[in-house]
Nanobody, 122 residues
Framework: QLQASGGGLVQAGGSLRISCAAS????????MGWFRQAPGKERESVGT????????YYADSVKGRFTISRDDGKNMVYLQMNSLKPEDTALYYC?????????????????WGQGTQVTVSS
């Protein structure tokens, strides 16, 4: 089970950290990902991290602004978002993959959270 939280309304240029709590499966054996979906658009990968944190992927659109991290002691994954832009507005989902390999492909993930809304005003 995945529970995302921390979304909200923020002005352009601001920062927000969203969190995802995982339960029900050994967290250290999960690769994790953050995805987002804006109205009328496909779900896209934002950032993904493999199960030991050794490999991380970012979408080009967020590289240098967003940071994904995980805390295995707390079974948590985070997405720190800085320099937010109106185009970052979307419903953000966390997802888990029972594999040591991360992926940016949504269909390769086994578990999904309910999503948390991030809205960036101009």
């Amino acid at each position: 089970q995945l529970q995302a939280s921390g979304g909200g309304l923020v002005q352009a240029g601001g920062s927000l950290r969203i969190s995802c709590a995982a339960s029900g499966y050994p967290f250290g054996r999960l690769s994790m990902g953050w995805f987002r979906q804006a109205p009328g658009k496909e779900r896209e990968s934002v950032g993904t991290i493999n199960w030991n944190g050794g490999r991380i992927y970012y979408a080009d659109s967020v590289k240098g602004r967003f940071t994904i991290s995980r805390d295995d002691g707390k079974n948590m994954v985070y997405l720190q978002m800085n320099s937010l832009k109106p185009e970052d507005t979307a419903l953000y989902y966390c997802a888990a993959k029972r594999s040591s390999y991360y992926s940016k492909v949504p269909r390769e993930y086994d578990y999904w959270g309910q999503g948390t809304q991030v809205t960036v005003s101009s």
